[in-house]
């Protein structure tokens, strides 16, 4: 069977190779090889630098990281759900995922009912963005008669799990579309994009339709209920309301919180994270950046305290664990294309991301979420951040050279 796929496809290629009938949907065709086989070419001597990883095998791995991710946004999501639906009553319950519900029930204690509900909610939200996505991807590489990159399918999975499960999926789809257009095509494609395309299409719906995005009122789990996130209860009640509504930093840790749907588990988050650090595709310096630039902010406003703001009392250990931090410190600031390209420059950029994200959800309570806007923030400066490197070391080895030439 494989070996007759491999025939049929060489058969065909001729058609959609330039001069061939189809040659105008080489691009499509090219895609769908190398998704199934793997390129022949291949570099053999130099002046090539051969290397185990390709962007294929690239995109491949941030996708398996991913995994725990989405493991756990299906059954948080439909967890959440069956606790609503089990203090509201089934009477509450209406639409398709009710009808596929009821003949599995909404047991919170079941993890089978969990997942499947939660499920539910992930899966046309990421079948939207695929779709949709995949085909402005499809298009722009037929007009333009290049490739189609793989980078559309780490950036689809990645919007989907920073969105609400309850967003429209019409929402979802206009996202998805300003991510990929206006957000990396315009640009030139995969590789050429100076923002992270799957936070350019977040950020375009949270300020055209910032009442599905955030607030008391975005997590919706059924006809009478809403749920707050916890940095929204932190924001309007500080430390203690947090502590009233039940919720404990090891539940938060562990993901059993209302929010996004991949941003509420900081342990999947770490476990996926990992991996990437392991294979060196996410950058261990941005990672400690993020990390130290939060802690010391966090640490700063906590020893200022606020009699007005009870954002300023929140420590270190929470901000990790609220809101998309975690997801945003892990898969999006260490994006290679979007983030810093020298090793300094990488230092320097985590600690911008840490430093603004609590800038902005301690100094503007009202949005009290902020790690989408702190690494939009770092990417405009990304490439300041590298020339200024980059000049100090020339500098650097002018002086040095000019030592030695006087010692001569």
Known sequence: MIGQLRKLLDRVEPRFSPGGKWHKYYGLFEMVDTL????????????????????????????LATFPVMFMACYNTGYQANMAMASLGLEHAEGWR???????????????????????????????????????????????????????FVTSILYSLVLPPTIPLWMVALGILFGVILGKEVFGGTGKNFINPALAGRAFLFFAYPAFMSGDAV??????????????IAAANGMQGVAQSGLSWWDAFIGFEPGSLGETSTLAILLGGSFLLFTKIASWRIVSGVMFGMIMTSILFNTIGSDTNPMFAMPWWWHLVTGGFAFGMMFMATDPVTASQTNAGRWWFGVLVGVMVVLIRVVNPAFPEGMMLAILFANIFAPLIDYAVIKANIKRRLQRQATVGEGK
């Open 36 to 63: 199934l086989y793997s390129p022949p070419d291949r570099t053999i001597g130099a002046p090539h630098v051969r290397d185990a990883l390709d962007l294929k095998r690239v995109m491949g791995y941030v996708w």
């Open 98 to 152: 009710a009808s596929v519900m009821d003949m599995f029930g909404y047991d919170p204690n079941s993890f089978f009912q969990n997942f499947l509900h939660g499920l539910l909610y992930f899966l046309p939200v990421y079948l939207t963005t695929f779709i949709v996505g995949g085909i402005a991807e499809v298009i722009f590489a037929l007009v333009r008669g290049h490739e189609v990159n793989e980078g559309f």
């Open 219 to 232: 997590w919706v789990a059924a006809d009478g209920y809403t749920g707050a996130t916890p940095l929204a």
